[in-house]
């Protein structure tokens, strides 16, 4: 009677810890994050933008409920992250979640802000059926409003909601000049990185033959994939940009791949000897990398004609990247006809850092040359490795104050191209130039956001010693995990055994 007594009050005390523990969690909310990443941990930068709000924000989330689980979880994801935001503000961030598909008014209202459905696949008795789902939200700041239409997992929600707010609260915003007149790719060609660099900065188009034109109103000046030369008046200009202690992005070509003809050339604007007397030389070169992307060719096969698709190592695939805020985060990024990067050392007072450097199996090839699609490549087509493709330099570049330029060595990679031609960025592409503006413009933090998630880490690039590790530890770690649960209840069994034999044994 005693031992039963005994443990109905130890199943009470459980059940009374597991209700306090419920009543301080709903009281209290506390998130333990183990992510490699800290994605579901609020930046600094988020914390500074919560912590200087003057007036209260409301988000409306419009999120469909009985979703499928894998969306069901991104409601209650999004909810834990506006809680978090309401605490960092001391209640300054309040919310509220609609159900748009409750019925018809709710679901016109949802539209009307600016929110559309998209579907989804919903597997329902072995059939996979369309699902109209609301997966969006609506930040209002004062009378301002702006829209997320789309709430994506993981930690690109912070991203969403903090440079939406941002974007609300920010009273002047630093100017960017995207340089023209030198046979530049034009803003319109630019969509993803104008759609970008609009959240902070008011990116406005420059054209150093305009006098009225003020350079000391911007902070950063943008240079993406000129053609023309330049002209010693303006390379003085960009000499006396650097000397008031601002900042440049280049993005340049210093050779010309043409598919269609199949050929290889130099290309020279004058910016590269400006360059090389900073100390930074972009090589007439065209890097090869085993590491690449594809070209679609078309192949004859008797009467028929088809298309396939080739590597082409003068397409790399950048993925080695250094641990500064530029690239952090960065997965691949894909480079076309790029060219590799040196330091000449003009003086102990300018630094260089290389930001991104080609894989271990690489190399470069000089124009003129013939691509020849169909070549087969060898190993030795590969003889160097690390060349660096987009770089650092900072310093005193120019008069007696420091100044930083960030160079990548292909001036193609992020631009969308106009009317029928436009395509779509892959997602580091951009965040590599945007990011790069950002660490050169703007002290926020907002960068470390942009790349915080990892989107993918894909097995085909890790070294052959790697595969070969996890590859064996998936297949042996469950084997050895059974034989020792074996051993070990084995043991314990004979060890009672043994126990029993004794004649003390009660």
């Known amino acids: 009677m005693k031992s039963n007594n005994s443990v109905y009050t130890y199943i009470l005390l459980i059940v009374g810890v597991i209700i306090f523990i419920n009543l301080l969690g709903d009281r209290f909310f506390l998130r333990l994050d183990f992510t490699a990443d800290k994605r579901y941990t609020l930046s600094e930068a988020t914390k500074n933008i919560l912590g200087n709000l003057k ?32 605490n960092r503000s001391k209640g300054k961030v309040m919310f509220e979640f609609v159900n748009p598909n409750k019925d018809d008014a709710t679901e016109q209202k949802t539209m009307q802000e600016g929110i559309s459905p998209v579907l989804i696949n919903v597997r329902e008795k072995d059939q996979v059926k369309q699902q109209k789902a609301y997966m969006g939200a609506v930040v209002h700041y004062g009378d301002k409003k702006e829209v997320i239409p789309y709430i994506q997992a993981g930690s690109a929600m912070e991203y969403s ?31 993803q990185v104008m759609q970008s660099l609009s959240v902070l900065y008011d ?4 054209n150093l033959d305009v006098i009225s034109v003020n350079l000391s109103d911007f902070k950063t000046l943008v240079i993406i994939n000129p053609h023309d030369t330049f002209p010693p008046a303006d390379l003085a200009k960009l000499d006396e940009f650097l000397a008031g202690g601002k900042n440049i992005c280049i993005a340049m070509n210093r050779v010309n791949g043409d598919l269609q003809k199949s050929t290889g050339s130099e290309v020279r604007t004058g910016l590269e000897k400006w360059l090389e007397g900073k100390g930074v030389r972009v090589n ?16 004859q096969q008797g009467a028929m004609t088809f298309q396939s698709s080739l590597r082409f190592p003068y397409l790399p695939l950048i993925t080695k990247f250094a641990p500064h805020p530029v690239t952090k985060g960065l997965s691949s990024v894909m480079l076309q006809f790029a060219s590799s990067i040196d330091f000449t050392s003009p003086g102990m ?41 987009c770089a650092l330099v900072s310093g005193k570049l120019s008069g007696s104050m420091t100044s930083r330029m960030i160079i990548i ?15 779509q960025l ?65 043991q314990s069994r004979r060890n009672l055994r043994m126990r029993r034999m004794n004649e003390n044994y009660i």
């Open 284 to 299: 007439p070169n065209f890097i090869i990398d085993q590491n690449c992307g594809s070209v679609m060719v078309n192949q």
């Open 203 to 206: 990116a406005t188009p420059v």
């Open 349 to 389: 007072d300018v630094s260089f850092t290389p930001l991104a450097t080609t894989s271990e199996k690489s190399g470069t090839e000089n124009p003129p040359l013939t691509f020849n699609i169909n070549r087969n490549w060898q190993q030795q087509d590969f003889p160097r490795s690390g060349l660096t493709v």
């Open 426 to 490: 892959p997602p580091d592409n951009l965040n590599l130039l945007v990011n790069s503006i950002d660490w050169l413009s703007d002290d926020t933090g907002l960068i470390d956001l942009r790349t915080k998630e990892v989107t993918s880490r894909p097995i085909d690039q890790m070294d052959d010693g790697k595969k070969a590790m996890y590859k064996y530890l998936n297949f042996l770690l469950p084997i050895f995990l059974i034989i020792g649960i074996g051993i070990g209840r084995f």
């Open 161 to 191: 909601l903090s440079t939406s707010i941002k974007k609300m609260t920010v009273q002047n915003k630093p100017k960017v000049g995207i340089l023209q007149g030198h046979g530049e790719t034009s803003p319109n060609s630019l969509i």
């Open 55 to 86: 007036e209260p924000v409301t988000v409306t989330a419009y999120i469909s409920e009985e979703l499928p689980q894998q969306f069901s979880q991104l409601r209650r994801d999004f909810k834990e992250e506006l809680i978090e935001y309401s």
């Open 409 to 423: 060595s292909d001036g193609d990679f992020p631009a969308n191209g106009e009317g029928q031609q436009a395509r």
